[in-house]
Nanobody
Framework: QVQLVESGGGLVQPGGSLRLSCLAS????????MGWYRQVPGNQRELVAS???????EYADSVKGRFTFSRDDAKNTVYLQMDNLKPEDTAVYYC?????????WGQGTQVTVSS
């Protein structure tokens, strides 16, 4: 079972940037599809970006061209570089590891975009 811990959230002004990190422990992440999701209270959790080891990341249409997903399997870490942030990006961001129908989640990190 993999354990995930996110970091890097915070308060940023519109147009600003943040970089989220997700450190995995207990298991190597190379075999997992890793992803970032976000959730606003009252809404369903939505996929932001995801990728397999050595593959091309996929992005939600709302973040294409602004967010960059990356993973460093040697460091058991995935990242989400978020640029040109907008108020509608405000949410709790969760790291996810998926394998054979099983999902593992981090505790989430709050991202608030406000002036």
């Amino acid at each position: 079972q993999v354990q995930l811990v996110e970091s890097g959230g915070g308060l940023v002004q519109p147009g600003g940037s943040l970089r989220l990190s997700c450190l995995a422990s207990n298991r190597g992440i190379a075999i997992y599809t890793m992803g970032w999701y976000r959730q606003v209270p009252g809404n369903q959790r939505e996929l932001v970006a995801s990728g397999i080891s050595g593959g091309r990341p996929e992005y939600a249409d709302s973040v294409k061209g602004r967010f960059t997903f990356s993973r460093d399997d040697a460091k058991n870490t995935v990242y989400l570089q978020m640029d040109n942030l907008k108020p509608e990006d405000t949410a709790v961001y969760y790291c996810n590891a998926a394998l054979l129908g099983r999902d593992f989640w981090g505790q989430g990190t709050q991202v608030t975009v406000s002036s």
